[in-house]
């Protein structure tokens, strides 16, 4: 097997992405999608978007969704990258900003995803262990390197670093790009984006798919200085220049312009993840302090793998990772509070 393919493909080991099952109805709590549905502005967007028009190609500068960014967060469309998730805008980053002279930097326990692009696009990397608390040691970020990426919260413990410790990060690598992947920030963390103005080489990832409840449309942005964000779109127009189609460009910019309504739905998470970490602690869990929308949590009384299998069982899917320092733990995304009373009576049941 294997043949044709080329060498490096050969030796790469692919993120495996969470499970979307279809063998019958799950309760979700295990790929961080947001409970509640997107803004209604963005689906009567996405609606209108539909029609003649798709025969012409998309805008390829994503001007709606690049000015509902400046807008809302007061900065300059030069200052913006958009892409197809941040995912993608993460991946096209490597190329953007990574040589294979130097390893670039993260944490040993973060987004699995970071060592996967390191491998695809042949850049060497460390991993800088995770302090016995579990929290990014700053000192360590410090070594020399080719880049730092930092997800903040980081996943899966949902712990974030204060803006201060970023901030020490960007100025201790002013030779090397820093990104901080905010995938999570809306639900608590403290945003590093008052850093772009100050840090060249600082730069914010977005996504729409966490806090908008828009992981379906696939919509992701950086944020840094100008010099960066032309760095991304010198990948992006080598490898597709039309990276969101029109439903994602309309879609996009109106949940982005709907601030209100994007509140309301992380202040609903936020009081249901803090209820909810309450409950399990009574039930013998140890939890990680969370900014994030998902609750890391040990289970004292079982085996975390067998009590995912007896979870999936009654229906409720939550994720388990095998990987040394944290297979005692779920990582158990929040839902609405219907769906985490369903999650406590299953484990309640489980427990006896
Ligand atoms: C979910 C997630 C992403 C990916 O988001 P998309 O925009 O859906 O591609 C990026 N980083 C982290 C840490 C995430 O958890």
């Known amino acids: 097997m294997k043949k044709y393919w080329s060498n490096r493909i050969k030796e790469l080991e692919a993120y495996v992405p969470g499970e979307q099952p279809k063998d019958r109805r799950y309760i979700k709590l295990n790929t961080n999608e947001n409970p509640y549905p997107p803004s209604p502005k963005a689906v009567e967007a996405m609606q209108g978007a539909i029609g003649d028009e798709m025969r012409l190609y998309p805008d390829p500068e994503c001007s709606a969704v690049v000015e509902a960014i400046a807008q809302r967060f007061g900065i300059k469309k030069e200052q913006i990258f958009v892409g197809n998730g941040s995912d993608e805008v993460l991946a096209m980053c490597f190329p953007a900003f990574f040589d294979g002279d130097k390893p670039i930097l993260f944490p040993d326990i973060t987004y699995s995803f970071y060592p996967v692009y390191a491998d695809l696009y042949q850049v060497p990397y460390e991993t800088v262990p995770l302090s016995e608390d579990f929290t990014v040691p700053v000192d360590k970020m410090l070594q020399p390197n080719g880049g730092v990426i930092i997800a903040n919260p980081n996943a899966p413990t949902g712990i974030a670093l204060p803006l201060e410790a970023i901030e020490r990060i960007a100025a201790g690598n002013l030779d090397s790009v820093v990104i901080v992947d905010e995938a999570y920030v809306d639900f608590g963390g403290e945003s590093a984006l008052p850093l772009i103005n100050k840090y060249p080489n600082v730069l914010v990832v977005r996504t729409t798919s966490k806090a908008y409840s828009l992981a379906g449309l696939r919509v992701g942005w950086a944020m840094g200085n100008e010099n960066l964000i032309s760095a991304l779109n010198t990948v992006k127009n080598s490898?597709?220049?039309?990276?969101?189609?029109?439903?994602?460009?309309?879609?996009?910019?109106?949940?982005?312009?709907?601030?209100?309504?994007?509140?309301?739905?992380?202040?609903?998470?936020?009081?249901?993840?803090?209820?909810?970490?309450?409950?399990?602690?009574?039930?013998?869990?140890?939890?990680?302090?969370?900014?994030?929308n998902f609750i890391f949590a040990g289970p004292s009384a079982i085996a975390a793998d067998e009590l995912f299998v007896k979870l999936r069982e009654k229906g409720v899917l939550v994720r388990y990772f095998k990987k040394p320092r944290i297979n005692g733990f779920l990582r158990i995304s929040v839902g609405t509070d219907e769906e985490m009373n369903v999650l406590l009576a299953a484990i309640k049941g489980i427990l006896g």
């Open 239 to 292: 490898i597709n220049s039309y990276t969101l189609d029109r439903v994602a460009i309309a879609g996009g910019a109106a949940a982005i312009a709907d601030e209100a309504y994007f509140k309301a739905c992380c202040d609903k998470v936020i009081a249901t993840r803090e209820r909810s970490i309450a409950a399990l602690t009574e039930l013998g869990f140890r939890c990680l302090p969370s900014s994030a």
